[in-house]
């Protein structure tokens, strides 16, 4: 299974990006998708999650009103649709594959494969 994020950018304040990420291999054992994002210094944080059949999705706070995540079966993508970004969005995105667990989570290590990021940077 292999993870390719794309759609990244500079983006002024208030401004919308969208992102994308394109599974590979067998996409059909997943149960979950999920964003997440690392910003200089931090730590990895949850951003959103949908899962892969039902389309059911969850969000972080932080993000909550702002962000859409939504996927296209046909086409093995999963988007990460970015309104009203501000400068604490700034991080590489990553998209991560949950082959485990059938609920939702948010955190990290309960993901089983993850992508190489894509950089978003929110200019004020």
């Known amino acids: 299974v292999q993870l390719q994020a794309s759609g990244g950018g500079l983006v002024q304040t208030g401004g919308s990006l969208r992102i994308s990420c394109v599974v590979s291999g067998h996409i059909s054992g997943a149960y979950n998708m999920g964003w997440f994002r690392q910003a200089p210094g931090k730590e990895r944080e949850f951003v959103a999650a949908?899962?892969?059949?039902?389309?059911?999705?969850h969000y972080a706070d932080s993000v909550k009103g702002r962000f859409t995540i939504s996927r296209d079966n046909a086409k093995n993508t999963v988007y990460l649709e970015m309104n009203s970004l501000k400068p604490e969005d700034t991080a590489v995105y990553l998209c991560a594959a949950d082959y485990s667990i059938a609920t939702i989570s948010e955190q990290s290590y309960e993901y089983d494969y993850w992508g190489q990021g894509t950089l978003v940077t929110v200019s004020s």
């Open positions: 949908i899962n892969w059949r039902f389309g059911s999705t």
